[in-house]
């Protein structure tokens, strides 16, 4: 029998360093956020991959995989049109993006087809990029 689990709230604040850098404080880490050495464009790849990591752990504990380890290889396209606020109609964000998992360790190549479908239905990170997910953003003077 599955137990439901409640929703939970996940939130981080940020707070601008220069026009460019932002430190945002989560739960227990702080991160920097910086347009030339950590992108928030990297970010978003960064925890997709991180998302599968933690998602495929717990799956193949589940499917009992002797998953050793798991490598992510992630890419996007984007146009940067939009975000240098150019009149276009294409997208601001990515366009595409490729994901490779590469795992090491004892298992069939079918049970790794039958492993990923599940990770991927069950990551929240890739989840949210797949779907549209409602966002409400609201402005006020500090």
């Not at 276009?88 to 795992?103: F, P, S, T």
């Amino acid at each position: 029998m599955v137990m439901s689990m409640p929703t939970i709230k996940v939130s981080v604040t940020g707070e601008s360093v220069s026009p460019t850098r932002m430190i945002v404080k989560g739960k227990k880490t702080e991160y920097i956020v910086d347009k030339e050495e950590s992108s928030p464009l990297e970010y978003i790849l960064a925890a997709l991959a991180g998302c599968i990591n933690i998602v495929g752990f717990l799956v193949a504990k589940e499917m009992n995989l002797g998953i050793e380890k798991i490598i992510v290889e992630i890419s996007g396209k984007l146009n940067t049109d939009k975000l240098m606020g150019k009149n276009v109609e294409d997208r601001a964000g990515y366009k595409e993006i490729k994901v490779k998992v590469k795992v090491q360790g004892d298992v069939e190549e079918e049970k790794l087809k039958e492993w990923i479908a599940k990770v991927e239905e069950r990551c929240p990170i890739g989840d949210n990029i797949m779907k549209e997910t409602p966002v409400c953003v609201e402005v006020e003077k500090a």
